[in-house]
């Protein structure tokens, strides 16, 4: 049951990263991330206790979003949706996370809700999550002793856990550049249209002509995480995109899920649309009509 | 009266800048110095339950708690949070089988939520923390979530007064056979060609409306309860506190907020009883309740869910000769209205069509949910779900045209209307009919999608209704108004009418300026206190502008009556003979001889001696006029609606295209919020046979009591909308006005059933219709469509 009064808790506002980092080192586990909000608010509301939470509202420069043809798209962990929404270079190379973002939420929460966030969150129906891990995203760490990498797809350990230490923040999400033949697209099916998905699916394929060379799949709202779909992205690799592939991909997806009833749709329908979904985010991706 | 100058007007809404500039006072808006907190303890552990220990000692040591309040700590007197038993007489009320039995506190948990305790608090956050505190050791008990389950033999009661679980029944002493209806219905259907049958689930919709529940009482030093309530009824609330409070009338006093919509959720009381026991309990403190929309949801009555069986015979002509219907309906945990939505549910559909027999058998059962009381429609969309359903069926087999069959044997002017009581003043249904389906191109559109192929299909339905405007003859109508002419001749209207967000304070207003003959700034409306406002029964029934309305006319009639006969006096004229153009009162034909309406107002008041003539200066004492108002008739108001539609075959997917609503309101008193109306009502309408309903898992938990698993459609989810108001005037409503209100909901609901038939030749009896549901349907008729 949800509440009018948050629970207690201390409010954390480093001014600055090493300061941020220093507070992550000493609390750990005690300290809840909090971004955007929009989803540890929400949280604590309906119970989520934390005896801690960092803001990283007083820290600069965290909401950088920069193209380059050569290295791809850098954003911070305070890029927010909307900035996504509204950049030309995010619509013009990164379709399926420009798509993503476009139908997230409501104007007002993606003018505060960041796709770092949503990545972290750890949610299965992660709009942005199904895009970045669809285009093979990196996100960056940070700790008191120093950064690493992690790539989309060792992020997602289990519901709502991430491969994030609890010392470390997300500094960095980068997303490679798109070469030559390089699509994407992305899809939902909602209950109505303000929701979140009760099936997402997001879709990066390497195209030489008709060919496909390379294909990242991923479906969202049919596992405990986010997930890639290595089935349907062996049938389509080396493929020609046609309606027998699509057929076939739409098939092999049966295999990578397995979703469950909850209170957004049943594991028989998300069985039952899962096909049809993905052979549509691959049209889209292709120009298909 | 010549043309017109208000009535007929989108003018500006009187409540409109205060509510967009958030300078409007909702209850939650309310804080007084040393205002304490309330909180209910609810219990989420159980869905049925008994209360064996309930230990408040913990919460009551938390710094900040004032008092803690278990069942015995306030009145013991038991109460039921609806008004529809004041409505009835007693002796009807007794044949009805309405009771009293609900406890501000209870010791046998009905439903997910039902409220044990209270905690008075010097801040919400600290009542909140001690409510954590409260311990409670529970008896399980069975926890029944339908009709089937409760009504079992075994089943434990939830009141000795109703056995066997059964709230309602249509009673023996008023309908023989506990039926209502005519004709021999079973001899009908074995001389019929063709008859169908199909039981259907009606969905648990929630009103949902925009402000969440708030409430405030004092117990002040006069000795007087005071509440300030959003309620929909504060008349009806008055009496309900006095009598449960044991106070005599002039000690309860109840000042109605700005209410942020209603839509039934407010019928009655909510937590009234709850934050005036509490506020009982620290006399001179004002106490402040304010919940959570989870709570609210689980708190305030909604739509009951129904399980209903029908079955209809036809001859080859599409002649309709039978009609046999019996809804049962999960009531929740506690009685509320329980008499009368059985009832009316059955009373929609005697009125529609002209059925040569029929019977309607109305049930409700008690069931583990949150209570169900009134929602706009109030029956009306459950039935013209399964009503609308069921002739369409009827019109594919027999081959007939929808359309046409409607038109050809709904009801007209002059046949009985619902309880068969009076007859129907007007009737424009063909009219919405044609307009509607020239605006939508049914005709094209409905045999262009006979035939199509491919995964997207698209479908075009229609629904006809009518409603009610106000209550007569069935239970209680009743309204007062006061007007006072000021000095400058402007006029005060005293009337107790709400306006929920539907506009009412506006159109009342437009009557009373219209009927006056001022401007419509020269007119106040004085509403929501309960000292000042003399009786209306408040707003249900979509009665406010037909019985509230006629009310205002008459008592502005009778004001602006005594001013003329003042001025005929003055002029030595006979009173017709006089018109009023603004404030200036002249024989008709010599607008030379006139007197200012201003200067017989303020002589009547400031009413000096005149020293010359030592008579004074004009006629005494302020103009007032009074009606106690019982309106003669309902005027139900007719309106047929047009949905079409797209339906994804391979997924179940529905996208809504386009929707037309036409209404036979009689006379739009301001166009604009009649299409409001039409256009809001689309909203739920489309959202009950779509998405909406709440959701229990096997313990009787509500399972989506939020809007973040509850879906209304948005904003982007509506269709294009048309709203034709048909307007040839009713011989009986205020400058021929039919009512509005509830209307809009109703055959949305059938029409978009109606819709997802023709695309995809499935009709869905479970509402409501998902994707999960159409795409299930699809897949069982082995067609993938893939």
Sequence with gaps: MSTRVLTEFDLLLPASLEEALDMLERERSAVTVLSGGTDLLVAMKAGFKTAKAMSLAHLRNLDFLAYDSGSGLRMGPRTTIAQIVDSADV??????????????????????????????????????????????????????????????????VS??????????????????????????????????????????????????????????????????????????????????????????????????????????????????????????????????? | MGELKTVGKSIERVDIRAKVCGTAVYAADIKFPGMLHGKVVRCYEHAHARVKRLDLSAAAKVPGVIKVLGPKDVTTKKYNQSVIDLMASKTEGQMLGDIEEQS????????????????????????????????????????????????????????????????????????????????DVDKAFEEADLVIEDTFYTPKQKQCQMEPNSYVALFDDEGRLNCWTSGQMPKLVHEKLSRLFELPMSRVKINQTVVGGGFGARLGMVLEPEVCAMALAVPGKPVKIQQPREEDWLTSPSRHPSRYWMKIGFKKDGTPVAIDAKSVNFKGGYYLDGSA??????????????????????????????VCGAFRGYGNPQTNFVLEQMIERACVELNLDPLQWRRKWHKETGDLSWLNATPYTSCALNECLDRGAAAIGWEEKRKKYANQTGTKRRGIGVAVGNHTSGAFPMILEHTTCTVHLNEDASATVLVACSDLGQGSHTTLRQIAAETLGWPIEDVRLETGDSDANGFDIGAHASRTLYVGGAAVMKACQDARGQLLDRAARILKVNRDELDMDNKTIYVEGSPERSVSARDICRVGIYNFVDHATGLPEGEMGQIQAYVSYKPEQNSPPFFATFVELEVDLETGEVELLELVSSHDIGKAIHPAICEGQMEGGAQQGLGMALTEETYFNEKGFATNNSFTDYKMLGASDMPRMTSILVENGDPYGPFGAKSVGEAGVVTPVGATANAIFQATGIQFTQGPITPEKILRAIRERGQTYV
């Design chain 2, 104 to 183: 501000i506190f209870t010791e046998h948990v009905k439903f997910y939520g039902d409220g044990i305790a209270g905690i008075i608090a010097i801040s919400e956050e600290v009542a909140e923390r001690a409510a954590q505190l409260v311990k409670v050791e529970y008896e399980p008990l069975p926890v029944y979530l339908t009709p089937e389950e409760s009504g079992a033999p075994d089943a434990v009661q939830f009141t000795p007064e109703k056995p066997g679980n059964r709230a309602f029944q249509l009673p023996e002493a008023m309908f023989p056979g506990n039926a209502l209806g005519w004709g």
């Design chain 1, 91 to 156: 619509k013009q190379h990164y379709p399926a996370l420009w798509q993503a973002a476009k139908i997230f939420a409501t104007p007002q929460l993606r003018n505060t809700a960041t796709v770092v966030g949503n990545l972290l969150r750890g949610s299965p129906a992660g709009d942005c999550s199904a895009a970045v891990s669809a285009l093979g995203g990196t996100l960056v760490m940070a700790s008191a002793q120093g950064r690493r990498e992690v790539h989309v797809d060792n992020l997602w």
């Design chain 2, 341 to 370: 939505l059985a009832s009316t549910t059955g009373f929609w559909l005697q009125g529609m069509y002209k059925f040569q027999n029929l019977r309607y058998k109305g049930e409700s059962y008690f069931t583990n949910q949150p």
């Design chain 1, 159 to 289: 519901y709502g856990v991430t491969a994030r230490a609890d010392n470390e923040m997300a500094v960095e999400l980068r997303i490679p550049a798109p070469t030559k033949g390089t699509v994407s697209a992305f899809r939902r099916l909602t209950r109505v249209n303000e929701d979140l998905a009760k099936l997402n699916v997001a879709a990066c394929l390497q195209l030489d002509g008709s060919t496909c060379t390379g294909a990242r799949l991923a479906m969202g709202c049919v596992a405990p995480t986010m997930i890639r779909l290595p089935s349907a992205e062996a049938v389509l690799t080396g493929a020609t995109i046609n309606d027998d592939t699509l057929a076939l991909a739409a098939e092999a997806v049966q295999q990578d899920i397995s979703p469950i009833d909850d209170q957004r749709s049943t594991a028989e329908y998300r069985r039952a649309v899962a096909g049809v979904y993905l052979k549509r985010t691959v049209q889209q991706a292709c120009g298909i009509a």
